[in-house]
C-alpha cells in the first residue's frame, strides 16, 4: 500500500486515461440504442438519473447533472415528446414537477442498460471481490473530491 502514496505524474496520467477509455466504452455499448432514438449521452445521462431517482424534481437533476436549466430543458423535451419520461406535479408543491420513467421509458432504459451490463458484469466478474470493494471506494472519492 505503501507504493500509492508515490504516485508519479505518469502513473495519475495512466489512470485518468484509463477512466476516459471505461467511461468512453461502457457509453458506446448502447449507442446504436440510442442513435434509433435520436439521443445522445445527455439524454441517457438523464435517463439514468432518472431511473435511480424515480421522482427527482429538476433542481435536483439540474444539480446531480451539473448543468443550466436551459440545456437540462432541451434534454427533457426530447424525453417528453417520445413518451419516456412523465412529469407529475409535486404534491407537497405543486410548483415543482418531479419525473418518472414512462412505461416507454422503462423498456428503453432497459435495452440501454443491458449493453452496458454486460462489460461491467464481465470485468466485476473476472476482478476478485477486494479489487472490486476497492475500485468502487476510489470512484466514491475521485466524485467526493477526496
Known sequence: MKELLYLKDEQIKDFIQLLFYAYRETFSDPKQVLKKKFFGPAHLRS???IERN????LGELM??????KQSLNRVLRDLIKSKMIKQIKSPNDTRKKNLYLDKEGRIFFEAVYNKQKKR???ALKNSNPESVIKFKEVLKKIIDGK
Open 120 to 122: 461491467i458484469f464481465n
Open 47 to 49: 435517463l439514468n438519473l
Open 54 to 57: 424515480p421522482g427527482i424534481n
Open 63 to 68: 444539480f446531480k447533472l451539473k448543468i443550466t
